[in-house]
């Protein structure tokens, strides 16, 4: 039975990664992000890629009267999708270099601190509320700052274009996750044993990293400018109702 096996195999890998995890928890976690965020950005190509498809078969349909076919081979073989691995290693070793050791040991500290320095009882309504305040307010904006800066640099911009990129995607990408994370983050504090949490982490980071670098490569896109133009319109009227 094909079924049978493929449970039996998913299982023999689950009690592996345990293993791993409890030998070596930092490692397993640095080695698991890296490939974890490098198969999210090449999800992230393919639905931007989906996405663009229509407009190049749009454009090649448009040129398809044109004399030279070998031109409109070309324009078909663009509109393929095709993996910049190029960016799957660049988005990677931000896996391997920032979120697999910084969040370990953010979520080891972070639950350390609560308990022993807060004196909240686990698994209680304070301790989860605490974690996810401390988690959002603190981790989330630090990983959104560091993974844009990372990728500006790491892709050949300069200092200035790395600042206007953050300018144009931080806001974006923080309202958006704000809705979503604290969610998943009250159940991974209330159910999951601490062993885990960051496993549970590392699962949803897949969905994130293809999320951030879906928002990295959306460049201007116009649902960007609604957000950053009403949070300086907010910033605009909260200036005017203070003098």
Same mark, same amino acid.
């Given at each position: 039975?094909?079924?049978?096996?493929?449970?039996?195999?998913?299982?023999?890998? =689950?009690?592996?990664?345990?293993?791993?995890?409890?030998?070596?928890?930092?490692?397993?976690?640095?080695?698991?992000?890296?490939?974890?965020?490098?198969?999210?950005?090449?999800?992230?190509?393919?639905?931007?890629?989906?996405?663009?498809?229509?407009?190049?078969?749009?454009?090649?349909?448009?040129?398809?009267?044109?004399? *030279? $076919?070998?031109?409109?081979?070309?324009?078909?073989?663009?509109?393929?999708?095709?993996?910049?691995?190029?960016?799957?290693?660049?988005?990677?070793?931000?896996?391997?270099?920032?979120?697999?050791?910084?969040?370990?040991?953010?979520?080891?500290?972070?639950?350390?601190?609560?308990?022993?320095?807060? $004196?909240?009882?686990?698994?209680?309504?304070?301790?989860?509320?605490?974690?996810?305040?401390?988690?959002?307010?603190?981790?989330?904006?630090?990983?959104?700052?560091?993974?844009?800066?990372?990728?500006?640099?790491?892709?050949?911009?300069?200092?200035?274009?790395?600042?206007?990129?953050?300018?144009?995607?931080?806001?974006?990408?923080?309202?958006?996750?704000?809705?979503? =994370?604290?969610?998943?983050?009250?159940?991974?504090? $209330?159910?999951?044993?601490?062993?885990?949490?960051?496993?549970?982490?590392?699962?949803?980071?897949?969905?994130?990293?293809?999320?951030?670098?879906?928002?990295?490569?959306?460049?201007?896109?116009?649902?960007?400018? =609604?957000?950053?133009?009403?949070?300086?319109?907010?910033?605009? $009227?909260?200036?005017? *109702?203070?003098?």
């Amino acid at each position: 039975d094909d079924g049978g096996h493929d449970w039996s195999m998913m299982l023999k890998l =689950w009690r592996w990664y345990q293993r791993c995890l409890t030998v070596h928890p930092l490692k397993t976690q640095v080695i698991s992000s890296g490939f974890l965020w490098g198969f999210g950005d090449v999800t992230a190509q393919y639905i931007t890629h989906s996405t663009a498809k229509p407009r190049l078969l749009r454009l090649t349909v448009s040129h398809s009267r044109s004399p *030279s $076919r070998d031109t409109h081979k070309d324009k078909e073989a663009d509109a393929e999708f095709k993996v910049n691995w190029k960016r799957v290693a660049i988005t990677s070793m931000f896996g391997f270099g920032f979120v697999g050791p910084v969040g370990h040991f953010w979520y080891e500290g972070l639950d350390k601190f609560i308990k022993l320095k807060l $004196r909240y009882a686990p698994k209680t309504t304070r301790f989860v509320a605490a974690k996810v305040a401390m988690d959002g307010l603190i981790f989330g904006p630090l990983d959104l700052l560091v993974f844009f800066t990372y990728m500006g640099f790491a892709t050949g911009k300069n200092t200035a274009e790395v600042k206007e990129g953050i300018k144009r995607d931080f806001l974006p990408a923080l309202a958006l996750e704000g809705g979503a =994370w604290p969610l998943l983050q009250i159940a991974n504090f $209330r159910y999951v044993p601490v062993q885990y949490q960051l496993l549970y982490v590392n699962i949803f980071c897949l969905i994130d990293s293809a999320f951030l670098s879906w928002v990295e490569q959306q460049k201007d896109a116009a649902w960007k400018q =609604w957000f950053t133009t009403s949070f300086q319109t907010l910033k605009e $009227r909260g200036g005017t *109702s203070g003098v």
